[in-house]
């Protein structure tokens, strides 16, 4: 029987979506500054995070992985919902974008799972138009530009601020697309292109992966089952 065709083709990638530089701006004036580099790293994790989802099935891009329901196509749908509401209506330029899993009546975790309605198809096609409209409100705002948090504590940002806390929103979730993926196929790396991992040129094949995980486990097995002080 033929397996199932993956959900997101190998490679693909929105056809309006300009992939970032190899190098981030150097952030002087000259380079347009800290907001590019900024802007550099936001655009580099969506990167990042659509290629974890690439070459997987739907039903795999469903699957919980996490007794809390961790699961790909949630985290996507997650960060992009996220960023745009933090970007266009945080920032006084609502994105037009309909969410209802961020109303107020939406129940627990709507964000963090597609629904039966839903298909990996159309959370793809929200995260393009999600960072679409990011994208704009960033390129016409200043870093120093005041926008409103509602529910935040002390909700008064900047275009500034918000650019920091979504790089690390969404490296924050790259870490756990990292592990999901992993679990599910045992595909894992830093990024297209860039695995940053011991590969078959350092003598890294399945075999010494297999005896480099038995000797951790070996060292955890041997080590105390208490709960480390100090």
């Not at 659509?50 to 997650?78: D, S, V």
């Not at 924050?172 to 196929?185: P, Y």
Request: net charge negative; proline share 9%; glycine share 10%.
């Amino acid at each position: 029987m033929p397996s199932e065709p993956p959900a997101t083709p190998p490679g693909a990638r929105a056809p309006d979506a300009r992939p970032p530089s190899a190098r981030p701006p150097s952030g002087s004036t000259e380079d347009d500054g800290v907001k590019a580099v900024l802007h550099h790293y936001l655009r580099t994790a969506r990167r990042d995070l659509r290629w974890k989802l690439e070459g997987l099935t739907e039903r795999q891009l469903r699957t919980p992985m996490t007794p809390t329901g961790t699961n790909l196509l949630g985290l996507l749908k997650h960060v992009a919902s996220v960023e745009a509401e933090y970007f266009t209506g945080c920032m006084g330029r609502p994105s037009g974008i309909p969410m209802p899993w961020l109303e107020d009546d939406a129940g627990p975790n709507e964000d963090m799972y597609a629904s039966g309605e839903e298909t990996a198809q159309s959370v793809f096609a929200l995260a393009d138009r999600c960072a679409a409209a990011s994208d704009a409100a960033i390129a016409e705002l200043d870093l120093a530009a005041v926008g409103h948090v509602p529910w935040w504590t002390n909700g008064t940002v900047t275009l500034g601020l918000l650019l920091v806390h979504m790089v690390a929103e969404y490296q924050r979730h790259l870490g756990h697309a990292d592990i999901v993926r992993e679990l599910l196929d045992g595909a894992a790396g830093l990024a297209p292109a860039n695995s940053n991992l011991p590969g078959e040129a350092d003598g890294a094949d399945r075999r010494w992966w297999e005896g480099y995980t038995a000797r951790l486990r070996a060292l955890a097995e041997a080590a105390p089952a208490t709960v480390p002080t100090g």
